[in-house]
């Protein structure tokens, strides 16, 4: 599975706790907004707040794909930085992909998780019932796999919140496996 899904942890911001408060705030201030509103908004402030961590999240993920793939050319990030934040009492998920393209890659950065049940990352085979893949996120992980691939993160059975955030990158890629 290490040529199709990458893992990679790594700590991209000293002091997260402004950023984690900034973002839980936005997202209790705007909590009667359905969860897709809530993203939306969210996702508008943070392409130009958080430029700094946006660049860290790619220029990490390109520098590893550069050593994982055995030709990675003509990369280009694609879109702003997004996120999905979720705890026991607020969880919206549904399985789905990042786009058909299959020049994309999703990179995943899970900037806060926390320690309880729950919470994995699922892969779906094209048929979206098929599972390939799960796994147990930890704290600063930086996750690689292609954007056509459906995935679905599952509920985490915590008070504490659950903040993911995601870019994509067009490349040319092969495998080395």
Known sequence: MKSFFIVHNEKLVEDRLPIYHDLIDKYLTNEH?????????????????????????CNVAINICKNEFI??????????????ISNKDNYDSWVHNHGLVYNSLTIVYYFSVPKAN??????????????????????YDLLIFPSYVYHKPLKIDSNNFRISMNTTIEADYTYKD
């Open 33 to 57: 907004l359905n969860v897709r509103q809530q993203h939306k908004l969210f996702n508008f402030e943070i392409k130009y707040k958080y430029t700094e961590l946006y660049n860290k999240i």
């Open 118 to 139: 729950g919470g994995e990352l699922v892969l779906y085979k094209q048929d979206q019932h098929t599972e390939i893949s799960r796994y147990k996120p930890k704290e």
């Open 71 to 84: 030709k990675f050319e003509n990369y280009q990030p694609v879109d702003s930085l997004k996120t999905y």
